[in-house]
């Protein structure tokens, strides 16, 4: 198949890592793959892994200059799939593909990424898309949001990752956190903080690796350092190998109020981390019986957070190996993804 993908997005966040992995499994596959986005990072990195890249220029929505240059490089391609975000992606690349009658895939990470309105009841119209989400929440999210996407046909595809060596030991000494997002209100990682003042003040022995940007990339440092965590804490900001990084840790703390099927979760999971969230989202669809315990409420405070790493500070090595492989087992895999997506994109080339 010749399949495209199309990212407007100007920040890094998950749906880049997910287009990635995926771009690159289906190359693995045999499928062409071309990726349009803005000159950066992404770009550069989708070249390495072998796949064809487009610097896309998109400018205002619907803006017909960019429709004709997609509908170019489309047709240059051979597409017969294209797979697009919310928002500038589909309104170029995606209608320059409906207008060639190319098959589109909306594909929404987030339920939070819609509103009611006229742009996604006109998208819907317009793109008549198939959607393509990553866990059920997100699909009923986004079909309770926008009624307009409900007679929609749809696919959920959990994100899946390729699992690390089978976890068989404890933890490190000090204990070594983790988080991967952006550094933005919604993440939460005021409350994490707050939760290791709490493990700081019980003489626990840890240390907090934080990667990711954003809008509080200035100001959380300095909350850290109000709460004499200056020593306890990392703060690595954008880093291209966040799978290795935090493959090197023991837990991996997501304290976001508000997620999809978060990518760098279940690649802590495919690392064998036990992991401490707030229950939002997906998450649930895919956490493990075993660690129910650490699927924190959706408004859990630090005191709760606190609680959760306290309780696994007192695990002995064995107990805590359990919980890893727990975690480690529980992940979707990456050939298991590839599969249904690639089964997914199949059935959708033959309506060409």
């Known amino acids: 198949m010749n399949l495209v993908f199309a990212n407007a997005t100007k920040k890094w966040g998950g749906v880049k890592s997910w287009t990635l992995d995926v771009a690159a499994g289906l190359r693995e596959r045999g499928h062409r793959v071309l990726l349009l986005a803005r000159p950066g990072e992404f770009l550069r990195r989708a ?6 890249t487009c610097a896309f220029t998109f400018g205002p929505d619907y803006n017909p200059v960019a429709i004709l240059r997609a509908a170019r490089e489309l047709r240059r391609f051979g597409a017969q799939v294209v797979c697009g975000n919310v ?25 939070g ?21 990553p866990c059920q929440q997100v699909l009923d999210g986004v079909r309770h949001a926008v009624p307009a996407l409900r007679p929609l046909p749809a696919a959920v595809i959990h994100t899946g990752k390729r ?9 490190h000494t000090p204990l070594a956190l983790a988080s991967a997002s952006q550094l933005n209100p919604d993440k ?21 690796h934080v990667y990711g940007t954003g809008s509080l990339q200035e100001t959380l440092p300095r909350h850290a350092q109000d709460l004499g965590l200056a020593d306890h804490v990392t703060w690595h900001g954008f880093v291209p190998d966040v799978p290795a990084r935090i493959a090197q840790a023991d837990v991996f703390v997501l304290a976001s109020t508000s997620e999809g099927l978060p990518n760098a979760l279940v690649e802590a999971m495919a690392a064998g981390l036990v992991c401490v969230a707030r229950n939002v989202g997906g998450i649930a669809e895919i956490w493990p019986p075993a660690a129910h315990w650490l699927l924190l409420p959706p408004d859990a ?6 609680e959760a790493l306290l309780r696994l500070t007192r695990l ?36 060409l």
Request: charged share 25%; glycine share 10%.
């Open 316 to 351: 002995c090595d064995e107990e805590f190996r359990l919980l890893r492989q727990a975690f480690w087992q529980a992940v979707p895999s990456r050939e298991t993804m590839l599969d249904a997506l690639e089964d997914f994109l199949s059935r959708l080339k033959e309506r």
């Open 47 to 52: 070249a390495l892994l072998g796949c064809e």
């Open 87 to 111: 928002g500038k992606d589909l309104r170029t690349v995606g209608l320059a593909a409906r207008i060639l009658g190319i098959p589109v895939v909306h594909r929404v990470g987030l339920a």
């Open 163 to 171: 699992r690390g060596p089978r976890p068989e030991h404890g933890p």
């Open 113 to 133: 990424d819609l509103n009611p309105g006229p742009a996604p009841w006109l998208d819907a119209q317009l793109l008549r898309p198939h959607l393509l989400a």
């Open 301 to 306: 405070g630090p005191e709760a957070f606190a």
């Open 188 to 208: 939460g990682h005021a409350t994490v903080l707050a939760a290791l003042e709490r493990l700081a003040g019980s003489g626990i022995s840890f240390h907090y």
